[in-house]
């Protein structure tokens, strides 16, 4: 009964099958693993229908209440009336919603990480940016649900677009290109703070006056000085400005140029601080 | 079932599928690991008991390249945990203590899932899936969401999840604890198939007895470092299959009665272990015959007895029985080999 080998010695250390750079991912599986984790966030949201309660009511409730609370006054000092600020005000809608929705990205990976099922993505032969490439891309996916109700309430309402419906495309995929910036960020938070309300009460106290001091919802040219420096160099600003152009018409060379310099800085800088986190966090 | 059985199945099988060494993993100032090595042989299950922060999660996470260790290596199917991850990330399967599956997604939604995650074609993973669920004895809940099956489900779940892609080595969390009996005996159940299929297993637990009903070897570790190992049978002997509690009518007698014991030289109960604080004597016997020779023995040399019983050793009495002392004010405790 005790005869049995005590501690067994090692058998000589087991040789490395490969070296370290096999293993490696193609394009092709990145591909997959990142729709088979989309498909995930999309049925998460079949079974749970009220996480689009924001997508669906925001661009409903925001259009409706700035048109009818400001629209007269702001339309009329920018010397027209309602229906100047509908135009004005849908295409800086279309870049705070972008934004609103980016925020959420970071109490969906923060929740995500109190689960098991992080764990079990982190042992998987996947790159673990997959993760948050797939969230990022269901984000998109709402945030142009989101933007096609703004539109439809926009059109209803009586907006005219300035330019075309090319225009109208660019103006959508400057936003969203811009919103999927803006998620490195809100991911990072996500995975830097203890709590999903951490991050969400971190977002809110960040974007408040990001929106607000910008040229989303009126023009800055009659706020103060100091004021406008800062909404000169907010890029939410330069979005709605490349947004509005877009659609309405006007100058939009220097507010797209601006706007994509922030994106390549702002995803350059947070991506893979992100991703590094990501890999890091235990 | 001798023990040439036992030696024969080893050397069947082949070489060492786990490969730790002088693993140290600090969290601020605990020491979670302290300089562990340890083997699991292909196809053996080696077991790693140890109380609740004695770092077994912590070696679980590091060999599943959860946790980067600060010192030492450890080599997984050949691959090197910290300098190979990805090509690991193909061979092993992980099953914890708190079950990793999407909670909103249905059992079926989460194996496909993780059939597609591991690059199986659409229709294996649709058929692995169903297979897996049909052996889990989950078909009927295929379609239901993860966060309304109850404990046990969700364990068998995730033990099915851990099994899509065939790994080759499997850790096992303790995958039992908070389960009922039944429950867990369905789990053990499951574990043995998957031995049985080839999978080498590390089982971590805070249980006598699953260690006993499922692993080959056994490990004992505490404070993230190793206090003893040995094959299950030799840490019985040492340890006791069960211990046999004896209360003696005169608390004073009970170091005439501990030496009377060891000096029968009764097999595995040299063990015996007096503690005066609580007028106990504990013996460890590994089986009936032995139960009667120990009760024999006390009563042919004169000795009154006011209460017997027997149990099963709980991990405070493994650690008693190992260094002497309690677990929970185990300190110093030198690494130990168990004596054969």
């Given at each position: 009964?005790?005869?049995?080998?005590?501690?067994?010695?090692?058998?000589?250390?087991?040789?490395?099958?490969?070296?370290?750079?096999?293993?490696?991912?193609?394009?092709?599986?990145?591909?997959?693993?990142?729709?088979?984790?989309?498909?995930?966030?999309?049925?998460?949201?079949?079974?749970?229908?009220?996480?689009?309660?924001?997508?669906?009511?925001?661009?409903?409730v925001f259009t409706l209440l700035f048109v009818y609370v400001f629209g007269g006054s702001v339309g009329g000092s920018m010397g027209g009336g309602r229906q100047e600020y509908l135009n004005y005000l849908v295409p800086g809608l279309m870049a705070m919603m972008g934004m609103n929705i980016a925020s959420a990205v970071g109490t969906g990976v923060n929740d995500d990480f109190r689960k098991g099922v992080m764990d079990r993505f982190r042992t998987m032969p996947i790159a673990?940016?997959?993760?948050?490439?797939?969230?990022?891309?269901?984000?998109?996916?709402?945030?142009?649900?989101?933007?096609?109700?703004?539109?439809?309430?926009?059109?209803?309402?009586?907006?005219?677009?300035?330019?075309?419906?090319?225009?109208?495309?660019?103006?959508?995929?400057?936003?969203?290109?811009?919103?999927?910036?803006?998620?490195?960020?809100?991911?990072?938070?996500?995975?830097?703070?203890?709590?999903?309300?951490?991050?969400?009460?971190?977002?809110?106290?960040?974007?408040?006056?990001?929106?607000?001091?910008?040229?989303?919802?009126?023009?800055?040219?009659?706020?103060?000085?100091?004021?406008?420096?800062?909404?000169?160099?907010?890029?939410?600003?330069?979005?709605?400005?490349?947004?509005?152009?877009?659609?309405?018409?006007?100058?939009?060379?220097?507010?797209?140029?601006?706007?994509?310099?922030?994106?390549?800085?702002?995803?350059?800088?947070?991506?893979?601080?992100?991703?590094?986190?990501?890999?890091?966090?235990? | 079932m001798g023990p040439m059985t036992r030696i024969d199945k080893k050397s069947r099988r082949g070489g060492t599928a786990v490969e730790v060494r002088g693993l140290v993993k600090h969290y601020g100032e605990t020491k979670a690991l302290d300089g562990v090595d340890l083997d699991v042989r292909e196809g053996t299950v080696l077991g790693v008991l140890g109380p609740n922060g004695a770092g077994k999660t912590t070696l679980v996470r590091i060999l599943s390249t959860l946790v980067?260790?600060?010192?030492?290596?450890?080599?997984?199917?050949?691959?090197?945990?910290?300098?190979?991850?990805?090509?690991?990330?193909?061979?092993?399967?992980?099953?914890?203590?708190?079950?990793?599956?999407?909670?909103?997604?249905?059992?079926?939604?989460?194996?496909?899932?993780?059939?597609?995650?591991?690059?199986?074609?659409?229709?294996?993973?649709?058929?692995?899936?169903?297979?897996?669920?049909?052996?889990?004895?989950?078909?009927?809940?295929?379609?239901?969401?993860?966060?309304?099956?109850?404990?046990?489900?969700?364990?068998?779940?995730?033990?099915?999840?851990?099994?899509?892609?065939?790994?080759?080595?499997?850790?096992?969390?303790?995958?039992?604890?908070?389960?009922?009996?039944?429950?867990?005996?369905?789990?053990?159940?499951?574990?043995?198939?998957?031995?049985?299929?080839?999978?080498?297993?590390?089982?971590?637990?805070?249980?006598?007895?699953?260690?006993?009903?499922?692993?080959?070897?056994?490990?004992?570790?505490?404070?993230?470092?190793?206090?003893?190992?040995?094959?299950?049978?030799?840490?019985?002997?040492?340890?006791?299959?069960?211990?046999?509690?004896?209360?003696?009518?005169?608390?004073?007698?009970?170091?005439?009665?501990?030496?009377?014991?060891?000096?029968?030289?009764?097999?595995?109960?040299?063990?015996?272990?007096?503690?005066?604080?609580?007028?106990?004597?504990?013996?460890?016997?590994?089986?009936?015959?032995?139960?009667?020779?120990?009760?024999?023995?006390?009563?042919?040399?004169?000795?009154?007895?006011?209460?017997?019983?027997?149990?099963?050793?709980?991990?405070?009495?493994?650690?008693?029985?190992?260094?002497?002392?309690?677990?929970?004010?185990?300190?110093?405790?030198?690494?130990?080999?168990?004596?054969?």
């Open positions: 009964m005790s005869t049995a080998t005590l501690t067994p010695t090692p058998t000589g250390s087991a040789p490395a099958k490969a070296p370290a750079d096999e293993g490696r991912i193609g394009l092709r599986g990145n591909l997959r693993h990142i729709s088979a984790l989309a498909r995930r966030n999309l049925l998460q949201i079949k079974k749970d229908p009220e996480s689009m309660f924001d997508v669906l009511l925001m661009p409903i673990r940016s997959s993760v948050l490439i797939a969230k990022i891309v269901v984000e998109l996916g709402r945030m142009l649900v989101a933007t096609f109700i703004l539109l439809c309430m926009g059109f209803a309402l009586g907006m005219e677009l300035g330019t075309s419906v090319l225009g109208l495309l660019a103006a959508i995929a400057l936003s969203a290109t811009f919103s999927a910036a803006i998620m490195w960020i809100f991911i990072l938070l996500g995975l830097t703070m203890k709590t999903a309300q951490a991050v969400q009460g971190t977002g809110f106290l960040v974007l408040m006056p990001l929106q607000f001091g910008s040229s989303i919802f009126a023009p800055p040219q009659t706020m103060p000085g100091w004021l406008q420096t800062f909404t000169d160099y907010n890029p939410l600003s330069n979005l709605a400005d490349a947004v509005r152009g877009l659609m309405m018409g006007g100058p939009v060379a220097d507010s797209v140029w601006m706007t994509l310099g922030w994106v390549v800085v702002i995803t350059a800088v947070t991506a893979p601080l992100a991703v590094a986190k990501f890999r890091r966090k235990t | 980067i260790p600060d010192a030492g290596h450890a080599v997984v199917a050949g691959f090197d945990v910290v300098r190979q991850p990805r090509q690991l990330r193909r061979t092993i399967g992980l099953t914890g203590q708190y079950a990793s599956v999407d909670e909103k997604l249905s059992g079926w939604e989460n194996l496909y899932m993780i059939g597609r995650l591991l690059d199986l074609p659409r229709k294996s993973a649709r058929a692995r899936a169903d297979e897996l669920l049909e052996r889990f004895s989950l078909t009927e809940a295929a379609r239901r969401p993860a966060m309304d099956y109850s404990g046990g489900m969700r364990r068998r779940l995730d033990l099915a999840a851990s099994m899509i892609g065939s790994p080759s080595v499997l850790y096992l969390d303790e995958p039992t604890t908070g389960l009922d009996p039944r429950t867990r005996n369905e789990v053990w159940d499951e574990v043995r198939r998957m031995v049985a299929e080839g999978a080498t297993v590390l089982l971590t637990t805070q249980y006598m007895e699953e260690a006993e009903q499922l692993a080959d070897e056994l490990t004992v570790i505490d404070k993230g470092k190793i206090i003893a190992r040995g094959g299950v049978d030799e840490l019985k002997a040492k340890v006791g299959g069960r211990t046999l509690h004896i209360r003696p009518s005169d608390p004073g007698q009970l170091a005439a009665m501990a030496q009377a014991i060891r000096e029968a030289g009764l097999d595995g109960t040299a063990g015996a272990q007096a503690v005066p604080d609580e007028g106990l004597l504990y013996v460890p016997i590994l089986s009936d015959e032995q139960l009667t020779a120990v009760i024999g023995l006390l009563g042919t040399r004169g000795f009154s007895l006011a209460h017997v019983a027997t149990a099963l050793p709980s991990l405070d009495e493994v650690f008693l029985a190992i260094t002497g002392e309690k677990s929970s004010h185990t300190t110093d405790t030198t690494p130990e080999e168990v004596a054969a």
